[in-house]
């Protein structure tokens, strides 16, 4: 069984929006900070935004004002809400807890200029 199931990536032009969701296995997402990363092919795995079982939030300056974390616990799910994308925004989207464990598949997005 997958701990994290992403969805909702595509294509998308620039100033687009895309909302991501993320299934996560109870036992983790009950307990843990839970964060989305992104990785381009050959680049390393980056953290883009957190989202703290209390609430507080963080978010890397490339994303900061335009993509929101959220999570539903009725549902296990997180989420990102990304609005605005850019080209640069172009790279294979995962979820994972904080501190991260096995990754799932991830989800692709690409924005168009």
């Known amino acids: 069984q997958q701990q994290f199931v992403e969805s909702g990536g595509g294509l998308v032009g620039s100033g687009g929006s895309l909302r991501l969701s993320c299934a996560v296995s109870?036992?983790?997402?009950?307990?843990?900070?839970m964060g989305w990363f992104r990785q381009v092919p050959g680049n390393q795995r980056d953290l883009v935004a957190r989202?703290?079982?209390?609430?507080?939030?963080y978010y890397s300056d490339s994303v900061k004002g335009r993509f929101t974390i959220s999570r539903d616990y009725a549902k296990n799910t997180v989420y990102l809400e990304m609005t605005n994308l850019k080209p640069e925004d172009t790279a294979i989207y995962s979820c994972?807890?904080?501190?991260?464990?096995?990754w799932g598949p991830g989800t692709q997005v690409t924005v168009s200029s």
């Open positions: 994972n807890a904080i501190p991260p464990q096995t």
């Open positions: 109870e036992s983790i997402f009950k307990h843990w900070a």
């Open positions: 989202l703290s079982s209390g609430g507080d939030t």
